[in-house]
């Protein structure tokens, strides 16, 4: 079946930094999902995003789908950031498979 | 809003006494999805229905079950919970699981989870 990767596993950064949250999938897939889980543990829709970029805020996104990976990016962090960000692709099951997340704080 | 509604948000059972967790929607979605979630980890398939199609993981234990009596209600029945049952539960709706034209997707939606303790 299909493969997730994501990286880091965490990450540390200061208030105002900016980072970059990497998804690889092992094949080709028919939606790519990036979630956020705030310490209530309530999951929040970042993007769908199969292919291309999208801006939201602060966020963005890009999926390049010919080459199985997408990049989260978070501008000028706040700790209100913090959380568990996961990626999820969908397979051929119309399944989502979810990578391991990546563990974010943002230190005031 | 639409959205999706999980209730009770925290839940503590006994272990062995039955335990039933609910979701609503407001979304007219197909398709509900409940999913169990461990600390530290993703979150698992359990099952899901289209409209009234019910679909089991292979490896979602008997004890698990799900009723779906109307396009906006889902049920998660826990019947006899034990220690290892204990974890966040989230359902989730999305249009339709199949590819999407129109500028409809099959987003998935997820409500706000139940944290089910197992004393």
């Known amino acids: 079946g299909i493969q997730v990767e994501q990286s880091p596993p965490d990450l540390i950064l200061q208030e105002g930094a900016n980072s970059t949250l990497r998804c690889n999938f092992s094949?080709?897939?028919?939606?790519l999902q990036w979630f956020h889980q705030n310490p209530w543990g309530q999951l929040i829709n970042l993007f769908y995003?199969?292919?291309?970029?999208k801006q939201n805020g602060r966020l963005s996104a890009t999926t390049v789908a010919t080459e199985r990976y997408s990049l989260l990016y978070i501008s000028s962090s706040q700790t209100t950031d913090s959380g568990v960000y996961f990626c999820?692709?969908?397979?051929?099951?119309?399944?989502?498979?979810w990578g391991a997340g990546t563990k974010l704080i943002i230190k005031p | 809003d639409a959205m999706v509604i999980q209730n009770p948000r925290y839940q503590v059972t006994q272990f062995g006494k039955p335990v039933t967790l609910s979701c609503s929607q407001t979304?007219?979605?197909?398709?509900m999805y409940w999913y169990q979630q461990k600390s530290s980890q993703a979150p698992k398939l359990l099952f899901h229905?289209?409209?009234?199609?019910?679909?089991n993981e292979a490896d979602t234990p008997d004890n698990f079950q799900s009723r779906r009596p109307n396009t906006s209600f889902c049920f998660l029945d826990i019947r006899s919970p034990g220690l290892g049952d204990a974890a966040m539960y989230l359902c989730?709706?999305?249009?339709?699981?199949?590819?999407?034209?129109?500028?409809?997707?099959?987003?998935?939606?997820f409500g706000p989870g139940t944290r089910l303790t197992v004393l």
């Open positions: 979304l007219n979605h197909n398709v």
């Open positions: 999820a692709v969908m397979d051929s099951n119309y399944q989502l498979i």
């Open positions: 229905y289209y409209d009234k199609d019910f679909n």
């Open positions: 995003i199969p292919s291309g970029t």
């Open positions: 989730a709706t999305s249009r339709d699981p199949f590819p999407q034209t129109g500028g409809m997707t099959n987003e998935q939606f």
């Open positions: 094949d080709s897939v028919n939606n």
